[in-house]
């Protein structure tokens, strides 16, 4: 079952109202965080000696404070401008996924930037939903989410997976055991 071309470019058509493409460029930054945590992310951790179940509590950490952000998102848009919070709120989340290299593994950090990066990806997120079901009224707003649902995928396929590059450059920076043409462990 394939969806017709002018339901298509209907859908699309949404684009050019300036709050659906504002929280289409959130949701695309808000995706590429996700990709930079579930590849480069897992492979630091693993990198600095965290185990699986540290590295796990982690995920678990933003996956909770996500939800609980969720809850804050209606006091949140009430308090101030919701473009400005959600623009705010992603640029904090890039920067707390940035910054990890600088925590030196140290778990507390680690684990303070993951919490916040979720509370903040929970505040933004229904925030987002709104912002676009408002804008569009309530005859277009299957479209719009069908627009947001399209696009979200694009920055985690499309972006190169940096934690490959990574693996292998580390990989060739090993020393080779003498006669074997291993590398070591």
């Known amino acids: 079952m394939l969806t017709r071309l002018p339901d ?5 058509a949404l684009m050019a109202i300036a709050a659906v493409t504002t929280t289409m460029a959130i949701i695309f930054r808000r995706t590429a965080t996700n990709a930079v ?3 480069l992310y897992v492979v630091y951790l693993k990198g600095v000696g965290l185990s699986g179940t540290l590295t796990g509590i982690l995920f678990a950490a933003i996956a909770i404070t996500s939800g609980l952000g969720s809850l804050c998102a209606g006091r949140a848009m009430q308090l101030g401008n919701p473009q400005r919070t959600m623009l705010s709120g992603i640029v904090l ?16 950090l680690l684990f303070a930037a993951q919490a916040l990066r979720g509370w903040l990806h929970g505040v933004v997120q229904p925030m987002m939903f709104s912002m676009r079901a408002k804008t569009v009224g309530p005859r277009r707003q299957g479209s719009v989410v069908s627009a947001a649902t399209d696009h979200e995928p694009t920055p985690a396929g499309s972006a190169p997976n940096p934690a490959s590059r990574w693996r292998s450059t580390l990989a060739a920076s090993r020393p080779r055991e003498a006669g074997r043409g291993t590398r070591r462990p």
């Open 8 to 12: 298509y470019v209907r859908c699309f």
């Open 37 to 39: 945590q579930s590849s």
């Open 93 to 108: 989340s890039i920067l707390l996924i940035r910054m990890t290299p600088f925590t030196n593994g140290i778990f507390a």
